[in-house]
């Protein structure tokens, strides 16, 4: 493995032309220091994955994974850990690409990323934080939210993709206990990761409508998520079976 790169910025794509190379350029606004970015495009009809491979061909930190089609947002966020941690990156920022997730609000997750192994953006810590968003995302936001709450114990936002991780406290084989390729990536990966015993720390967010085109969440990711929810806690809560991470063993008792 090199030696340590600083900050990863990683990016998963999908028909996101009208706001790849805008992000790409909010986020060279922001002087971060020394950073890197990663996008993921799973062959986007729109032209994204072109428009990826123009900001790298004029910018050396930026970087490309073209993949042949949709393969769930989950293993995309899976692809672009390990190849945060092939690459010896010292942490891993993960957001999507349609502004829900506010560059702005990079430099306060990197402010306490020396306490914590984790940093969340969470919608639930301020009143009013998705004022634009229609009532069935506020619906469905919630409704995630108190499941995992309250079925799983955890107390974090726990279905969003706004994330900065310590790769070099958290050991790469403990992604390897998360299942999901989908949406539910998200609450199984932390949950594992608190589980585990690493801090988690929340960032209020205030998230907007997307910027340009429509949530890619269906209903039947919907009820996959609901269906992995539903395993953890019968694993975890109600069995009392382990999701702990060894260095010579994974020890979940599907593999």
């Given at each position: 493995m090199?030696?340590k790169?600083d900050?990863?910025?990683?990016v998963p794509t999908?028909?996101?032309a009208?706001?790849?190379?805008?992000l790409?350029r909010?986020i060279?606004?922001?002087?971060?220091?020394?950073?890197?970015?990663?996008?993921?495009?799973?062959?986007s009809?729109?032209?994204?994955g072109k428009?990826?491979?123009?900001?790298?061909?004029?910018?050396?930190n930026?970087?490309?994974?073209?993949?042949?089609?949709?393969?769930?947002?989950g293993?995309?966020h899976?692809?672009?850990i390990?190849?945060?941690?092939?690459?010896?990156f010292h942490s891993?920022l993960?957001?999507?690409?349609?502004f829900?997730?506010?560059?702005?609000?990079?430099?306060?997750?990197?402010?306490f990323?020396?306490e914590?192994?984790?940093?969340?953006?969470?919608?639930?810590?301020?009143?009013?934080s998705?004022?634009?968003?229609?009532?069935?995302r506020?619906?469905?936001t919630?409704?995630?939210?108190?499941?995992?709450t309250?079925?799983?114990g955890?107390?974090?936002d726990?279905?969003?993709?706004?994330?900065?991780?310590?790769?070099?406290r958290?050991?790469?084989?403990?992604?390897d206990?998360?299942d999901?390729?989908?949406?539910?990536?998200?609450?199984?990966?932390l949950?594992?990761?608190?589980?585990?015993?690493?801090?988690?720390?929340?960032?209020?967010?205030?998230?907007?409508a997307?910027t340009?085109?429509?949530?890619?969440?269906?209903?039947?990711?919907?009820?996959?998520?609901?269906?992995?929810l539903?395993?953890?806690f019968?694993?975890t809560?109600l069995?009392?079976?382990k999701?702990?991470?060894?260095a010579?063993?994974?020890?979940?008792?599907d593999?």
């Open positions: 090199e030696s790169r900050l990863l910025i990683f999908y028909n996101e009208e706001n790849v190379e805008v790409f909010e060279y606004k922001l002087q971060l220091g020394t950073w890197e970015m990663l996008f993921l495009d799973d062959n009809p729109d032209g994204t428009i990826i491979d123009r900001l790298v061909a004029g910018n050396p930026v970087h490309a994974i073209h993949r042949s089609g949709k393969q769930g947002i293993s995309a899976q692809v672009g390990r190849w945060a941690y092939e690459q010896g891993l993960t957001m999507d690409c349609d829900t997730h506010p560059p702005q609000k990079i430099p306060e997750f990197l402010r990323r020396n914590y192994d984790i940093v969340v953006g969470s919608r639930f810590q301020q009143k009013n998705l004022p634009t968003w229609s009532l069935l506020k619906t469905l919630h409704v995630g939210h108190l499941l995992t309250n079925a799983l955890m107390p974090f726990a279905t969003g993709a706004y994330r900065l991780y310590r790769l070099d958290i050991p790469v084989g403990i992604f206990l998360v999901s390729p989908g949406y539910s990536f998200f609450f199984e990966s949950y594992v990761l608190w589980l585990n015993g690493f801090q988690v720390k929340e960032v209020p967010l205030e998230l907007p997307r340009y085109g429509h949530s890619k969440m269906t209903w039947k990711d919907a009820a996959n998520s609901t269906r992995v539903c395993r953890l019968l694993k809560r069995q009392r079976e999701l702990t991470y060894s010579a063993a994974t020890t979940t008792s593999r």
